[in-house]
Each structure stands twice: as C-alpha cells, then as structure tokens.
C-alpha cells in the first residue's frame, strides 16, 4: 500500500515526528576521525539499518538517512567519486528497512562544500551532482529529500530543483541559521528565514524548516518568521539538544530529553509541524518530544 504524502498528513493537522543525530550514533558504533562516514552504508549496513530502528523505535514518524555529506564533491576526498549511486542507494536502503511500509525516508542531502560566489564551481555542475545523489536515494526507497543544512539560498535553490525535475520525492530544505550581535538569525552567507523560505518555496520544495545551530527554544522565534511568509507551507525543525561547549575537546550538547521536550508546545504554537532532533539527540530526545506532542492540547 503506497504510503500517504507527508504534506497531506500535515495539512489533515498531525503533528509528525522525525529522527534524530546521526553523526553521534556512528561515532559511539565506531566511526573514526577521517572516514567516511556515507561508506558505512556499504561496510557496515547493519549498523547503519539499526540507528534508523532505534528512531523508529523511540516513536518517530520518518527517518532520515546516512547520506548527508553524499555528492561527488565531498566523495572525491576519500576516492569514492565513483560510487555516489551506490552508496546513496544503500543509504535509502538502510532506512527503509527499518522504516517499513507505514514509516517514511526522509533522505538526507547535504551542502557540497563548494561556493558558487567564487567560482569553484558552477551551476550545472552543483545540479548534476545534487541530481545523481537524488536519483539513487530516490530508487533506494526514499520517500521525501531533505536538503538540510543549507546557507547559501542559490545552493539549495539548485539542489531543490535537481531534486523536484528528476524524481518524485516530496521535497524537503532546511536551512542553519546562527543568532547575530542584532538579535536576529542569518545563515553563513547571510541569508535570513524570510528570505530562506522565500527562495526555498520558488524553487519548488514542499516542506521548510531549519535544522541545525540552535537548540529547540531558538528555533520557536525562526518558526514564528517562516510562518509569517509561508501561511500554509508545512514547516520541519531538527533542533541541537542545545548549544554545545567543549569538553576535554569534545563537544558535549547540554540539553536533556525534557529540557528539549518542553519547548514543543510553544514550537507548535509557532508554527511547526515536523518535530525532530539534529546534533546531541538521541532516541531518548525523540521519545521525549514525541510524548510532548502526543500530550498536547
């Protein structure tokens, strides 16, 4: 039975919940400094498969996938240009056997590192590249693209456009954006939530959000801008467990399962409507938030 689209399920006013950090779990199975951590879909499937049940386990309504750094551009540092189809499609695979047939795969795609304002590269070559990652994720069961992370608008503009014009994933875009001196919230390249969704919307994505940069109680102030240029446009947060301080070198996220929980519902008041987690989460964060909602009034 094909599953319903997610902006259908948000629009019928559910209130979804998605997965958490991904880079922590593989640290704690192993993943050393320097590898790669998408190859893992290949080597070490298994694992891979498990972080994905461990959030569906903890109540989450769609998993993402290990394939955020997944473009040519950020394969080539570990010889793995090549393989981009491959791995990504085992990426797919990982989640959604963990998924089922009732939970979603949100599959997760990542910025390439390249900066269009210098040159380094252009704008079909940044398409093509976001199009083979999109094309494999999409044939190993995805059901959604989650252009996450992203700073610069043109960027994801291109990565949302190779996605909607060669697949029939619903398409996600994230942005990360950091609290100025001002008070308000930009990205790396200085692009605004306003703004982000703006360009978000007319390159063709179907859901918004942020993920990444700040902690749950931040992310209400962003959703409250989105909200204000996107009235009906379902909005996505994967919050930090808070902002990290450095511990013996490590970063070390401060936010437990509750301090995050409590902030869902003035998050909902806000304006969202997909619930998650991102860097420092963990399947306990997800419960937590998942019980959050299912109390809400």
């Not at 963990?98 to 990542?110: F, L, R, Y």
């Not at 083979?132 to 190993?140: N, P, Y």
Request: charged share 25%; aromatic share 6%.
């Amino acid at each position: 039975m094909a599953r319903a689209k997610i902006v259908d399920v948000v629009k019928n006013g559910k209130i979804l919940i998605s997965d958490g950090a991904w880079g922590t779990f593989l640290q704690k199975k192993g993943l050393k400094p320097g590898q790669c951590p998408e190859l893992w879909c290949i080597d070490r499937f298994d694992d891979v498969r498990a972080i994905a049940q461990s959030y569906i386990d903890a109540g989450a309504d769609m998993v993402e996938t290990n394939s955020f750094g997944g473009t040519c551009y950020k394969f080539e540092h570990f010889g793995l240009a090549n393989r981009v189809a491959e791995i990504n499609e085992a990426a797919a695979k990982a989640s959604r056997a963990a998924a089922g047939e009732n939970k979603w795969v949100i599959a997760s795609i990542g910025p390439t590192g390249k900066m269009l304002v210098t040159e380094e590269v252009t704008e079909e070559e940044l398409y093509d590249a976001f199009k083979t990652q999109a094309m494999a994720l999409e044939k190993g069961g995805a059901d959604a693209l989650c252009i996450e992370t992203m700073s610069d608008a043109q960027e994801a503009a291109i990565a949302i456009k190779a996605a909607k014009e060669n697949t029939k994933c619903e398409i996600i875009c994230t942005f990360t954006f950091e609290k100025t001196v001002r008070g308000d919230y930009k990205t790396m390249m200085g692009v605004s939530p306003v703004t982000a969704v703006k360009a978000a919307l007319e390159a063709g994505a179907d859901i918004v959000g942020a993920n990444c940069g700040n902690g749950m109680e931040r992310m209400i102030e962003i959703v409250k801008e989105m909200r204000a240029v996107a009235p009906s446009t379902p909005i996505l947060i994967h919050a930090n467990a808070g902002l990290p301080t450095n511990v013996n070198g490590a970063d070390v996220f401060p936010e437990s399962p509750e301090d995050m929980a409590k902030y869902v519902p003035e998050l909902i008041k806000a304006g969202a409507n997909i619930i998650g987690g991102c860097c420092g989460t963990t399947p306990a964060h997800i419960k937590a938030i998942k019980e959050a909602v299912a109390s809400y009034k």
